[in-house]
């Protein structure tokens, strides 16, 4: 079970990224996915996530800028990250929730590598 992340980069304030996660191994159709970030110097924080049923949740500091999406058949999941702020900076993972549920961080249990997002001011 493999999950690679793809899409960061360094974008000026006020920009767009999109970010993808692709899974592979098996099928990610009956997990939530979501998206997690790591900034310099702190713990790693939810940042928003899609249910199987494609319920999604988001974290507050995101509502409005980010949207979740998934594409079962491709077994991806995308992370449309708009209006990026410099406090967006950030190590972004994306993880695998074998309970189909994803609201609840510690239910991620597959993960993969990181990609950074840069938000320059």
Not at 1 to 19: I, K, N, Y
Not at 69 to 77: A, E, F, G, I, L
Not at 80 to 93: C, F, G, H, I, R
Request: proline share 2%; glycine share 12%.
């Amino acid at each position: 079970v493999h999950l690679q992340a793809s899409g960061g980069g360094l974008v000026q304030a006020g920009g767009s990224l999109r970010l993808s996660c692709a899974g592979s191994g098996r099928s990610f159709s009956n997990f939530a996915m979501g998206w997690f970030r790591q900034a310099p110097g702190k713990e790693r924080e939810f940042v928003a996530a899609i249910s199987w049923s494609r319920s999604t949740y988001y974290t507050d500091s995101v509502k409005g800028r980010f949207t979740i999406s998934r594409d079962n058949p491709k077994n991806t999941v995308t992370l449309q990250m708009n209006s990026l702020k410099p406090e967006d900076t950030a190590v972004y993972y994306c993880a695998a929730d074998s309970t189909g549920r994803g609201y609840r961080s510690s239910s991620f249990d597959y993960w993969g590598q990181g990609t950074l997002v840069t938000v320059s001011s």
